[in-house]
């Protein structure tokens, strides 16, 4: 789907071309901390730090594993 107006996408890339690399990959990171925070949230309030983490890793990276590879991972993150 595409909704947005070619006058905007313009605007868009003009301004992200005007940034420095350095710009850009700084708001890239802030992105990123920002959703894993928000991922992290939704492990519950009752999740200790394990718990959390062990949600962000299957959230943003469960599918990528196998399952043995994900069960060795989930049980490195425990021991964190």
Same mark, same amino acid.
């Given at each position: 789907?595409?909704?947005?107006?070619?006058?905007?996408?313009?605007?868009?890339?003009?301004?992200?071309?005007?940034?420095?690399?350095?710009?850009?990959?700084?708001?890239?990171?802030?992105? +990123?901390?920002?959703?894993?925070?928000?991922?992290?949230?939704?492990?519950?309030?009752?999740?200790?730090?394990?718990?959390?983490?062990?949600?962000? +890793?299957?959230?943003?990276?469960?599918?990528?594993?196998?399952?043995?590879?994900?069960?060795?991972?989930?049980?490195?993150?425990?021991?964190?």
């Amino acid at each position: 789907m595409d909704d947005t107006s070619p006058d905007v996408v313009k605007r868009f890339r003009d301004m992200m071309s005007s940034r420095t690399p350095e710009e850009r990959l700084g708001m890239a990171s802030r992105m +990123f901390t920002t959703a894993r925070k928000l991922v992290a949230s939704g492990a519950g309030a009752d999740q200790d730090e394990a718990g959390r983490r062990r949600h962000v +890793f299957l959230k943003f990276y469960g599918r990528d594993f196998s399952e043995a590879d994900r069960s060795r991972i989930l049980q490195r993150l425990n021991e964190l």
